[in-house]
């Protein structure tokens, strides 16, 4: 092999640094306009789902429009913030501010039959990375309707389970508060009756994400707690 | 000088050596890790494979065709930023095109940098050799690759989730009513490297010229 002078290397370097540079950010730049669609549609697809309403890629955004009908956001104290874009809170970022400036955004959903259904986004820590989802409650800001969850990367076949049907489907019904108490529902580990209200199964070989899930809905819903008390329909 | 036919039968070799003889994975024992990692299930395990072979044929065919104005002190560098790039747009791609299967894969694609089938073989033979054979070499190696990381999801998903390419199979079969339990076992990344030990057991005992003598 020929020996290279310091000089072309410094040369040689430079130049495949701007090339691959120049190649990469023009990807990212010109490709940029298409994820964040594919990102938003994802996460209308989500909500949909958190009220049984099956969406795909194509009709993701008009069913959207027609069942999301309305959206605003709160703060810990049950307000609501005005002049800010409940779709576009970013829970990860709200979650790094104190709980005091924290926006609480809330959709609000009209079902077919009429019923109205509130919307809650969760994000929470699982094994590998985050996990996130949507809850929606019914108006007794009590009962679950439904709920979808996600995650970025946990083990599949394990964690990676909580974003299956079997798993979300014990979830509808399941009960926030116990009489006054806001409680939250439980993972938990070894089986739990369907009657308990508080509680569904965990998944086997995924505790920690089972654990991450269950701290995820505590600590996001139980913000709103305040809210919920006070606009509680019977 | 004669001009070599593009699939030579010395061209042909390169795909096919690293299916069996030159396995990857089970004579080289290289990318392992990721080996473990996402052969749970069928589906992560193909688009991997895919991604993979994509990646390390690429990454040949480019290495390969600047092997002589690389300098040689920073040449692990130079592969390391050719490896890198190529992932970060296959990300970026799937990102855009395909959204399912790269939520599916998250964290595995940056991984793909790190796999050390790609750089091994940028050391190994792109250096060394021209473009063509650099890229069907690689494609070899993907294969190699991509056919152990198939073997052993297909049997792990089938014993571990009772499925085959998230198609419920066993339960279809009506095994589960004659008392048939899934191992959970096989869901576990301990499992992955037994499965990936009994295939090195299984491809010795069937070709002697493997086995290393003292």
């Known amino acids: 092999m020929k020996d290279f002078s310091n000089r072309y290397i410094f040369i040689f370097s430079a130049v495949l640094v701007i090339i691959v540079a120049t190649l990469l950010s023009l990807a990212a730049t010109l490709l940029q306009p298409i994820q964040e669609k594919n990102l938003e549609i994802e996460k209308k697809r989500s909500m949909l789902e958190s009220i049984h309403i099956a969406a795909d890629k194509k009709n993701a955004e008009t069913l959207y429009d027609k069942y999301i009908k309305e959206s605003f956001v709160l703060n810990s104290r049950g307000e609501v913030v005005s002049g800010v874009d409940a779709f576009g809170v970013v829970l990860k970022n709200e979650q790094k501010k104190p709980v005091e400036k924290q926006n609480l955004p809330v959709f609000t959903a009209e079902l077919d039959n009429g019923q109205k259904v509130f919307i809650i986004p969760v994000e929470g820590k699982g094994l590998w990375g985050p996990i996130y989802g949507y809850v929606s409650l019914e108006s007794d800001f009590n009962t679950i309707y439904g709920v979808n969850f996600d995650h970025k990367g946990e083990t599949p076949g394990l964690g990676a389970e909580i974003n299956k049907s079997f798993f979300e489907g014990m979830f509808p019904g399941k009960k926030l508060y116990e009489g006054e108490k806001f409680v939250s529902v439980a993972v938990l580990k070894g089986g739990t009756d369907p009657d308990n209200p508080h509680g569904v199964d965990a998944i086997s070989g995924g505790t920690i994400t089972s654990k991450g899930l269950e701290k995820m809905l505590y600590d996001c819903l139980s913000k709103y707690d305040v809210y919920f008390v006070k606009s509680k329909q019977p | ?214």
Not at chain 2, 81 to 106: C, E, Y
């Open chain 2, 1 to 214: 000088m004669d001009k070599e036919p593009l699939f030579s039968s010395k061209n042909l070799e390169l795909i096919t050596a690293p299916l069996g003889k030159k396995n990857p994975i089970t004579i080289q024992v290289l990318g392992i890790c990721s080996a473990l990692a996402v052969t749970v299930k069928m589906k992560p395990a193909l688009v991997m494979a895919i991604s993979v072979t994509i990646v390390v044929a690429v990454s040949n065919l480019v290495i390969a065709a600047m092997r002589k104005y690389i300098p040689e002190r920073i040449r692990i560098i130079v592969q390391l930023v050719v490896i890198a790039t190529l992932v970060i747009l296959v990300d970026q791609f799937l990102k855009a095109f395909a959204f399912d299967v790269s939520k599916q894969l998250s964290v595995f694609v940056g991984l793909i940098i790190t796999n050390c089938i790609i750089m091994g073989r940028l050391e190994a033979f792109a250096m060394a050799n021209k473009p063509w054979p650099s890229f069907l070499d690689g494609i070899g190696n993907g294969a190699g690759y991509g056919l152990i990381l198939v073997v052993v999801s297909f049997f792990r998903e089938l014993l571990g989730s009772g499925s085959i390419l998230d198609y419920p199979v066993l339960e279809k079969l009506g095994i589960y009513s004659a008392g048939y339990e899934n191992n959970g076992m096989m869901i576990l990344p301990p499992m992955a490297l037994i499965v990936v030990g009994l295939i090195i057991w299984f491809q010795r005992s069937r070709d002697k010229s493997l086995i290393e003598h003292k």
